[in-house]
């Protein structure tokens, strides 16, 4: 394929960061803090700004609105800082998961001031959202239970759909719910929204605007993520993705730092489904990832990178060609048409596209030869004397 037909492939292309990326997280043996670690929604805002500054495919931030608005936070204030570091903000994603009142879950609880608490958190993150104009409201919930008898699932699984029937409906018409699913953690027995399917009955039953946010951590060891996209991009029920990668659990690591090919095998069903004629234009690929060891900025660029480099392979793939191996049932065929593809060198490409946007050819390698993390941990040292230093058990 030429320049001139990939190129508006990777315009088509961008990615949401998460402000948790850039602050200081950790696991529950502890933290380690980062001295450049953001600590507020402006330092996230600065940090997310860099990154796509660098890379040009990062325009929006997803906020989690507990961890980003303070009490008396003017969201209209947080959008015009945004729109000073060239970006907007991005997925409104609720906390129904920290305050204790949420110990036997939010709005599954067999306790009424829990589901109460969870309907009204709900209330401020849409009317956020309004502020914002965010097109997603991205809904996790741990909520489970970690003993056999210890709830009745199906009462649980009724209370989740009435609420999320009634946030649906209290969303703007321009808001689409991404119901996420996964199978465990920190419920330890069973998870209300466990898997692909459940989500989807739940986003279904929900209203028009419910699809499936597949988060690639999210996942039992060996099941076959492209399949669950594909599936469900068929259905017209993908909402988004929230990016990252793991080698046992939730790890939330790199994306593509464990499994490149996984991924690019998830971006070919998309590209296959685009050439089927399903609109793909409006799926959110988003990231969401806690970079505990790497510095955070860094980590972000090689993830923006890393999806870019690995969905611009995927759109390599001669789809006329493996339709004729399938046809006739070469699989070594087809699958070679795969690897090739997965085995491109697309740096060339990607370095003449960022050239004709005025981009650095390397975004990373730009930024770490810029001084940027020192600055920021300068500045951010003198804000908070105790930034980045030593650890704090969660
Ligand atoms: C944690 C959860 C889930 C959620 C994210 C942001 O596992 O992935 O989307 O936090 O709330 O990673
Ligand atoms: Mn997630
Ligand atoms: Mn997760």
Not at 98 to 123: F, I, M, W
Not at 257 to 276: G, K, L
Not at 372 to 393: F, I, L, M, Q, V
Request: aromatic share 10%; hydrophobic share 40%.
């Amino acid at each position: 394929m030429t320049n001139e037909q990939l190129f508006p492939l990777l315009d088509e292309f961008q990615i949401e960061i998460p402000s948790w990326g850039f602050a200081d997280t950790g696991t529950r043996f502890g933290k380690f803090h980062q001295a450049a670690a953001a600590a507020t929604i402006e330092e996230k805002i600065e940090d997310g700004g860099e990154v796509n500054r660098l890379t040009g495919i990062a325009p929006t931030l997803a906020v989690h609105v507990d961890w980003d608005f303070k009490e008396d936070q003017d969201p209209a204030e947080v959008v015009k800082l945004a729109a000073e570091a060239g970006i907007k903000i991005g997925s409104i994603n609720p906390n129904l998961f920290q305050d204790q009142v949420y110990k036997y879950g939010s709005c599954t609880s067999p306790l009424e001031n829990a589901r109460q608490k969870a309907d009204e958190h709900l209330e401020k993150c849409i009317a956020i959202g309004r502020v914002t104009e965010s097109e997603f409201l991205s809904l996790w919930f741990a909520d489970g239970t970690n003993y056999p008898g210890q709830d009745d699932i199906i009462a649980r699984k009724r209370r989740m759909e009435s609420a999320l029937k009634k946030w649906h409906d209290a969303m703007p018409e321009t808001m689409t719910m991404l119901v996420e699913y996964k199978p465990f953690e920190p419920a330890f027995y069973h998870t209300d929204s466990a898997d692909w399917g459940m989500a989807a009955h739940f986003a279904r039953k929900a209203g028009e605007r419910g699809k499936v946010l597949v988060d690639t951590g999210h996942h039992l060891p060996g099941a076959n993520i492209e399949h669950i996209v594909a599936f469900l991009l068929d259905e017209n029920m993908l909402g988004g993705f929230h990016f990252n990668d793991r080698k046992y659990a939730d790890d939330d690591l790199t994306m593509g730092s464990i499994d490149p090919y996984a991924v690019f095998r998830i971006f070919h069903e998309i590209r296959n489904a685009a050439h089927r004629g399903t609109d793909v234009s409006k799926i959110a690929y988003m990231v969401d990832q806690s970079h505990n060891l790497k510095p955070k900025v860094e980590a972000m660029l090689q993830t923006v990178v890393t999806a870019q480099e690995l969905y611009l392979k995927a759109c390599l793939v001669d789809r006329n060609k493996l339709a004729d191996f399938q046809a006739n049932t070469d699989i070594v065929g087809g699958e070679e048409l795969l690897r090739a593809a997965f085995y491109s060198d697309v740096k060339p490409i990607l370095s003449a596209w960022r050239e004709a946007k005025a981009l650095p050819a390397d975004p990373l390698s730009t930024y770490r030869a810029s001084g940027y993390e020192a600055k920021r941990a300068n500045e951010r040292s003198a804000r908070r004397p105790d930034a980045g230093k030593g650890t704090s058990y969660a």
